[in-house]
């Protein structure tokens, strides 16, 4: 059943882009959106030891989680973070005893009010920048960090993000374990988009990436923070479980599971004050 909706959502998609003047999304090669989510792989990376869901407690209330939002490890704005900030701040996480959530576990912790332990966060970094695999990948490995790449499928041809061969290395890295979910196709303004595009946008991203990864993208982060109702709709029917948004503070399911807020790291803050925003998420 899964399967024909997919087919069924992919052809309406393309039945409607046929309509309009031949633009650059309307060359892309229909994915199959749901037919890849069977031959879901198992990721065999070493990197902080799982807790096994058996032994996860459960909650007083509902589960709040720190969504940590970065971008690029460089230098030069507030959406850059140097490489040594970066790399302090992963080790105080470690040091501190947090857990690093995978998406998955992220999905649980949420749905079910379960935490593998008191001290959670799951580390995000959007647009998919060549940072990731020159700074970021030697750091996680440091501290055997789980942490999440959203991840624009069109930017693979971009002189400072990662290309092909970069994105699988980090997919299959050993010493730390990278998940990519996506971050649309064309990184555009949502909320600006009629819910066609908007569609399209999330329907390749996440299908490009099954059919690149083998393995079932979860996840959309909304560019930019920019969204509107059509985009939830959309990241549903598309079939995301979980939408991050930009909207500050810790994360928890009566915001919605696809208007998840997250927790924006700027650059130059102290320890203290860092795990401070970390555990209050302000």
């Known amino acids: 059943m899964k399967l024909r909706v997919g087919l069924i959502l992919t052809l309406l998609l393309l039945a409607g882009c046929g309509q309009q003047k031949a633009t650059k999304t309307a060359t892309h090669t229909a994915p199959k959106v749901t037919a890849t989510a069977h031959k879901t792989r198992v990721k065999v990376n070493h990197g902080q030891k799982r807790i096994p869901l058996r032994k996860w407690h459960k909650t007083a209330g509902a589960a709040r989680i720190p969504i940590l939002m970065y971008h690029d490890i460089n230098v030069g704005n507030t959406l850059q973070m140097p490489r040594t900030q970066m790399q302090n701040q992963m080790h105080w ?58 991840e624009i499928t069109d930017s693979l041809k971009l002189r400072n993000h990662v290309d092909m061969q970069q994105l699988l290395a980090l997919n299959k890295a050993t010493g730390a374990t990278v998940n990519i979910e996506s971050h649309t196709v064309s990184h555009l303004d949502m909320n600006k988009l009629p819910m066609q595009k908007q569609m399209t946008e999330m329907v390749y991203s996440r299908g490009r990436l099954q059919q690149w990864l083998h393995t079932e993208i979860t996840t959309v982060a909304y560019p930019a923070g920019h969204y509107n109702q059509d985009s939830v709709i959309a990241a549903k029917k598309a079939g995301y479980k979980m939408a991050l948004t930009t909207h500050p503070g810790l994360a928890t399911a009566s915001q919605g599971l696809l208007q998840l807020h997250r927790v924006r790291v700027n650059p130059g803050l102290s320890k203290q004050r860092y795990l401070e925003l970390v555990a209050t998420g302000i």
């Not at 593998?116 to 960090?145: C, E, H, N």
């Open 93 to 150: 996480l470690k040091d501190a005893g947090y857990y690093f959530l995978s998406p998955q576990e992220a999905y649980i912790a949420l749905t079910q009010n379960k935490l593998p332990q008191k001290k959670v966060v799951w580390v995000t970094f959007d647009d998919g920048y060549r940072s990731m695999y020159t700074q970021g990948l030697p750091i996680f490995k440091q501290v055997g960090a789980y942490v999440t790449i959203n």
